[in-house]
């Protein structure tokens, strides 16, 4: 059925990964629609859906297939390691530098894109410029699984099991990747005795790249709420976070003294933050986890929630993580 779109854009076959895509693209741009109407009436929510719908559709979908009839490398250009895991595996790195200068520099600008663009881009515009406006995974949370944004788990308990799983996937393909660098420049299938393929690359393909980010992160919608993968087990959020939390312009501001306590703020994010206790305090919302959707200001009735970039004030001694009654100070 779409092989007749497979070679009008590259010229191939069409192949289970083309079909994936393209129903991706609908799934988002369908559900995008949707977006469009709820939220009318507000600008920010309205251009932030145009650019994931963008950079799904041209981006990630489009351009790497006409890249392939111009006889280039099918690549991603804005799907940064770690969550383009596979970046420096031997055999595309081969095929990178086989295709000659752009493969040079496919690898070049994949490798700036991770080390200097995203910390420099997260520093003044927190996570959000990448989870909520580039991101294919977040994109596809925003548009096809905004109905249920407002099942995630507002816990102490979640937050922990957030914590810990999201900072095991990132060591996991950080290690994973240290092994794979270190097969390719020694000419070996082995570190420590142990086999690079069998022990960190297809454990990792499998169990996190297809199972985790594809089949319970788009699956677990309708239970645990539309970021499930951002939220628990995105490598590429969990490095991001670290420097949001702490080396970064971005935050929500709030104004205590205008909260109506009405709660739905809460309701409606994604990420499990409890914004209305925040909110209470007039405290300022800094957290690792907060991709920047920004509809918990959208469904503020009073408009106590703004996101902005502004200068560091007050980081030094950042406040204290509050989820429900309870409170966290960073040092935990």
């Known amino acids: 059925m779409v092989e007749p779109l497979k070679k009008a854009l590259s010229g191939g076959e069409a192949s289970q990964w083309f079909l994936y895509g393209l129903l991706y ?47 280039m490398p099918y690549y991603d250009f804005k799907n940064a390691f770690p969550l383009d895991y596979d970046f420096f595996f031997q055999w595309n790195i081969k095929s990178l530098i086989n295709s000659g200068g752009i493969g040079l520099f496919i690898l070049v600008w994949g490798t700036v894109l991770t080390l200097v663009i995203v910390p420099i881009m997260v520093y003044f515009f927190g996570k959000r410029w990448y989870c909520s406006w580039v991101c294919g995974c977040g994109g596809l949370a925003e ?5 249920f944004r407002h099942l995630s788990s507002k816990k102490l308990g979640a937050w922990k099991l957030e914590r810990w799983l999201i900072h095991s ?31 960190f690359q297809q454990p990792y393909g499998f169990l996190i790249g297809a199972t985790f980010s594809g089949v319970i992160g788009v699956g677990f919608y309708p239970m645990l709420g539309n970021r499930v993968w951002c939220r628990f087990g995105c490598p590429m959020a969990g490095y ?6 702490f080396k970064s312009r971005f935050r929500i501001t709030t104004n205590g003294g205008q909260c109506i306590s009405c709660g739905n703020c809460s309701t409606y994010c994604e990420q499990g933050i409890d914004v209305r206790a925040y909110a209470q305090k007039g405290q300022n919302i800094v957290r690792a986890s907060c991709v920047g959707c920004g509809v918990c200001s959208a ?23 509050i989820i429900g009654n309870e409170s966290i100070k960073v040092a935990e």
């Open 143 to 147: 548009t096809a699984g905004d109905p």
């Open 169 to 199: 996937v990132m060591v996991f393909v950080f290690v994973m990747t240290a092994a794979t660098v270190y097969g390719y420049f020694w000419n070996t299938g082995e570190v420590f005795g142990l086999n690079i393929y069998k022990t």
């Open 25 to 71: 693209c609908i799934s988002m741009l369908v559900m995008g629609v949707r977006m469009y109407i709820k939220y009318r009436h507000n600008v920010y929510q309205m251009v932030r859906t145009t650019s994931v719908l963008f950079f799904q559709i041209v981006f990630a979908f489009l351009i790497p297939e006409i890249m392939v009839r111009l006889q």
């Open 299 to 321: 469904v503020c009735p009073r408009g106590v929630l703004n996101l902005e970039n502004g200068a560091e004030e007050g980081r030094t001694d950042l406040p204290p993580i």
């Open 240 to 245: 991001m976070g670290i420097i949001q939390r």
